[in-house]
């Protein structure tokens, strides 16, 4: 006959508290070299506990620095954050040009760079400042007739892709090492999304007569976001630390304080008539209280919205 009494041994254990959802924002990635963007992200998943995570601006496997990871809610925010200009430090090879315009492609042709004057070097640089015409990397993301670029490359086809304007508004030499046939050139750009800092190596080599690749580059800035504000996937994996949606649409947007009509209309995608937000391109609309609802667009006398993230 038992007791009715629960044994020790028995007793029901304590529930598990629920773990706190992650709440929307950014992670600001100092992406080590040797993995994808898209690694950091499957990382990321794991640490955040969600599979809405997304990265703005795809980093090369050889490159490091500033990847911005967006969390729950902030991944609608990536496509506009991938617009922003970046900044770089980077060290081109002259001497030699590579498959893939970088150290990772095959070695196509040498010449000695030995002979090239300093005088030469910093006109070469100075042509591929400001708004230029550059042809991307053939290995590159870039679409042709639906096929990634480096995907035909890489199936042996010759691809010619179409000069693009971009704009480099500071390509700075920094230091300069004459090792042999090879010259090997420290620069910092600045320059707009769409810009191949692997093409402007290229194409400095080849002003030069000499070839050209890239063999280290790092990523210092995407926007406001820059390696200030980077922490290493280690010191993740300790602490996961997510910039809040409102400071992300502040850091990376000029703002409009709505008044508390203007928010209500907001929060359903209304246009709001006969408003200048003072700004081109996109805006972001914050409550008197000033946390964040949307991004809004002037479009004639109405502001109109691009994405409501409440």
């Known amino acids: 006959m038992t007791s009715g009494r629960t044994p020790e041994s028995a007793a029901v ?16 990635v100092d992406k080590p070299a040797g993995c994808t ?14 599979r809405k995570v997304g990265h703005a601006g795809t980093l090369d496997p050889m490159a ?9 809610r902030a991944t609608r925010l990536l496509g506009h954050l991938s617009l922003t200009d970046k900044g770089y430090d980077a060290t081109i090879r002259l001497g030699e040009s590579t498959l893939t315009d970088d150290a990772e492609g095959e070695v196509l042709a040498r010449a000695d760079a030995s002979g090239v004057p300093d005088e030469d070097l910093a006109n070469a640089v100075a042509a591929l400042t400001g708004r230029i015409e550059q042809v991307p990397s053939a290995v590159s993301a870039v679409k042709v007739e639906g096929s990634r670029s480096y995907e035909r490359v890489r199936r042996g ?13 500071a390509f700075e030499l920094q230091d300069t090492r004459r090792q042999g046939a090879v010259v090997d050139v420290d620069v910092h750009v600045e320059c707009s999304t769409g810009t191949y800092v692997r093409a402007l190596a290229r194409d400095l ?14 990523r210092t800035r995407v926007g406001g976001f820059d390696l200030a ?15 809040p949606l409102t400071e992300v649409a502040r850091h990376s947007f000029p703002t409009f304080a709505a008044t508390a009509e203007q928010a209500d209309r907001v929060r359903h995608g209304g246009a709001l008539g006969g408003t200048g937000l003072g700004a081109a391109g996109p805006v972001a609309v914050l409550t008197p209280e000033g946390e964040f609802l949307a991004l809004y667009e002037q479009r004639g ?4 919205a691009v994405a409501v993230f409440v």
Request: glycine content about 10%.
């Open 13 to 28: 254990p304590a529930p598990v508290p629920a773990q706190e959802p992650t709440p929307p924002g950014v992670v600001v």
């Open 37 to 50: 963007s898209h690694d950091v992200v499957a990382r990321l998943r794991r640490l955040a506990r969600t």
């Open 64 to 72: 490091t620095g500033v990847l911005v990871v967006g969390v729950n």
């Open 157 to 169: 086809e010759r691809v010619q892709l179409e000069a693009r304007p971009v704009e480099v508004s």
């Open 205 to 218: 080599g080849a002003a030069l007569g000499v070839g050209g690749h890239l063999t280290r580059l790092r």
């Open 229 to 243: 504000q980077a922490r290493t996937v280690e010191e993740l994996e300790r602490g996961l630390h997510v910039v």
């Open 301 to 304: 006398q109405d502001a109109v």
